[in-house]
């Protein structure tokens, strides 16, 4: 009975939390216009440099990953990432969609090293 007890009070939620200023749903198409990917891009401010920088990305493998509307205008994005292997949850300030011909992230490593990305909790 005890056991029961002790384990109502732990939290249920084991989820991974994580807040950056702007989600993008990037699709990026090669030359002839066909789609080649779409990826979500998780942008923050940092303060070595001026602008929002990428923190992380992940490949969209389904629509459900893209970030809605949640109470508080925020916007929020929750999946299962095999790479934490845990359910995952961004909370944005912001989102927007994008269709390019470049990767916007490997674009932004030109001006902000991989190495000084502050990366998604694991």
Do not use: C
Request: charged content about 25%; proline content about 4%.
């Amino acid at each position: 009975m005890l056991l029961l007890l002790f384990a109502s009070l732990l939290p249920n939620d084991i989820s991974i939390h994580d807040t950056v200023e702007l989600a993008e749903i990037n699709h990026v198409y090669k030359r002839g216009g066909q789609l080649s990917f779409r990826q979500l891009i998780l942008w923050d401010t940092y303060p070595q440099i001026p602008g929002l920088h990428v923190v992380d990305w992940r490949y969209l493998e389904r629509n459900s990953q893209w970030p809605a509307r949640h109470r508080g205008g925020r916007w929020v994005s929750r999946w299962y990432d095999s790479q934490a292997k845990s359910m995952r949850n961004i909370t944005a300030a912001s989102t927007k969609v994008s269709h390019t011909y470049f990767d916007a992230e490997v674009r932004d490593r030109q001006e902000f090293p991989v190495q000084l990305r502050r990366k998604l909790t694991h």
